[in-house]
């Protein structure tokens, strides 16, 4: 490793707030095998206010219920799948392991010899005596719910056939997914992103996808020519639209700005690993924020329990970040050049913009970023600075971007110059500035990438601002970028006019000091509104000259 690599390394892991991407560990990883539990029978049971007594009472030292309603919620009656689990440690040659589990009308292969046993719900469940080892035996079992549900996380087997309930016809499906075996545990230190050997690192960011528990319905498709189209089922499209976009770009990294799922709907779960999977299936990394809805609703999960959720998938570099921060996803990332360098050359933030707020005043209204999430920033921005003077970085081009979902209220600001792209509905920002757009000025962040408003899709710049205390050096500006909403669960229409779905496409080049950005749109075959932001380090302007360099 080269002198200034190691310096950099040295002053950036002893600062106040790491970034990830840090150096990997010297010494080799390895996975002690701690005891596991492993499932011994699972059954469903249904709950009704008028019957009593119910037809199982599970005992509670024994079964645990896996906590999603069977129903969603929308029948008189409750039903709960139970699992029980014993530890692995216990175990004795005569108990009973599950080791495969079924469903249907009958019992698979019965010419087999297998003894497949009967549960409610269709299920078939095989058992046999406990042999040692666990390695064939199911250790967990979940649920998720609709005909187009997916399970990207490694080695968990999701059943093609839902559950036998009776439920509406409109009630999404529940599918049984079952883990045989040990999961296999996420290495420590995670591949670190790196640019390509032509100093180039490409970003997709997708926005609002929207995703619902079941297909959901788009009401406001256009086709190729902005004809209207009649209503379909939502999620499958935007699933399609996001391969799509991936298999033309082929990114380095996607970044999720928010509204990931639908408010109120009853499986937070099931849409989230619809919105990741086509990026795990392409093996591409990816981080996330969240938005305003995607924790709305009664039965929606906290934003802390589906952080935990994207922090356990393949390909996730997602963080909660610091206790201290409001929010939850306040992170950073840093982009390496080739290997076997260590050496940042571009850094990445995110950061929760949090949600809706009563207000008597402004509605809707949005909690703005918060003072300790400015001081995160500044902090974090201004240690790794100083890491790469210390580090003797003779690369002077180091590109910042972040990434939230609401658009600060400088997205509306009436002296706002749009530079491409379009404003096609009003911008919904916090009422209260909290003048994070200066932090992002004082931290050299060259862009702001964001979503909520799906309509919106421009790159703008606001004037150039002069320091205080009677230093005349213009600061520099920060380009304020609206990604578009990419999910047909959203809405893509304003005014009676209907829009195509969109994605935003960023692509550094850190041998020019360079950013450009361009739009991929439903339809079109080629890059939409393509624009050079940074050219040698400076922000510029395409009506003018070169506005300032970068920090």
């Known amino acids: 490793m080269p002198a200034s690599d190691s310096s950099f390394l040295l002053q950036s892991c002893s ?3 790491r970034c990830l991407q840090m150096a990997p560990s010297s010494t080799p990883h390895t996975t002690a095998t701690v005891p596991h539990s492993v499932v011994t029978d699972l059954t469903v049971c249904i709950f009704s206010p008028t019957v009593s007594p119910p037809n199982c009472e599970p005992d509670p030292r024994i079964w ?9 919620y929308t029948a ?20 009973l392991l599950v080791m495969d589990v079924r469903v249907g009308d009958s019992p698979p292969n019965p010419s087999s010899g297998h003894s497949w046993e009967s549960r409610p719900g269709g299920i078939w469940v095989l058992r046999s005596k406990f042999s040692g080892m666990i390695d064939q035996a199911v250790t967990e079992v979940d649920v998720l719910f609709g005909m187009d549900a997916v399970d990207p996380r490694p080695q968990w087997a999701l059943m093609r056939l839902s559950l036998q309930l009776n439920a509406q016809p409109n009630v999404p499906v529940a599918r049984l997914s079952v883990l045989h075996g040990r999961a296999k545990t996420r290495p420590d230190a995670r591949a670190a992103l790196r640019v390509r050997e032509d100093g180039k690192f490409k970003i997709v960011q997708i926005s609002d996808t929207h995703m619902v528990t079941g297909v959901g319905v788009c009401k406001d498709a256009i086709d190729a020519h902005g004809k209207n189209l009649p209503e379909s089922e939502a999620d499958p499209l935007t699933v399609d639209f996001i391969g799509r976009i991936l298999d033309v770009e082929k990114p380095d990294l996607v970044v999720l700005t928010g509204d990931q799922l639908h408010h109120d709907i009853p499986d937070s779960q099931s849409a989230l690993f619809k919105v990741v999977a086509p990026i795990i299936e392409r093996s591409i990394p990816f981080a996330a924020v969240f938005g305003n809805h995607d924790s709305e609703g009664i039965h929606a999960l906290s934003r802390t329990v589906q952080m935990s959720i994207l922090q356990n998938l393949p390909f996730s570099l997602c963080e909660s970040g610091p206790e201290h921060v409001d929010g939850i996803g306040n992170f950073c990332l840093q982009v390496l050049a080739p290997a076997p360098s260590q050496l940042p050359l571009s850094t990445l933030y995110f950061l929760d913009s949090h949600g809706q707020i009563p207000s008597k005043t402004h509605k809707p209204d949005y909690d703005p970023i918060k003072q300790s999430q400015i001081d995160w920033f500044l902090d974090t921005s201004q240690a790794q600075r100083s890491a790469r003077v210390k580090g003797d970085n003779d690369n002077r081009f180091h590109l910042s971007l972040a990434f939230l979902h609401i658009p600060l209220p400088e997205f509306g600001d009436r002296r706002l110059s749009i530079r491409n792209g379009h404003r096609r509905e009003p911008s919904e920002t916090p009422s209260f500035n909290s003048h994070f757009y200066d932090a992002l000025v004082k931290g050299g962040i060259s862009a702001l990438g964001c ?15 002069t320091q205080q205390d009677g230093d005349k050096t213009p600061q520099p500006g920060v380009w304020l970028c609206y990604g578009g909403g990419s999910g047909f669960g959203g809405y893509c229409s304003y005014g009676g006019m209907r829009f195509h779905r969109r994605t935003r496409v960023w692509e550094l080049d850190t041998s020019t000091g360079s950013l450009k950005t361009w739009k991929r749109v439903e339809y079109a075959m080629n890059r939409v509104d393509e624009l050079m932001l940074v050219e040698s380090g400076a922000v510029v302007d395409p009506l003018g000259k070169m506005m300032t360099e970068a920090m």
Do not use: M
């Open 15 to 17: 600062s106040q707030e």
């Open 64 to 72: 645990h219920r896996i906590e999603k309603e069977l129903y969603l």
């Open 76 to 95: 008189q009656q409750t039903a709960w799948l139970y699992v029980a689990l014993a530890n692995e440690e216990e175990l004795a040659a005569e108990d």
């Open 451 to 465: 979503g909520h408003d799906h309509v919106n899709d421009f790159c703008a710049l606001l004037p150039q601002q």
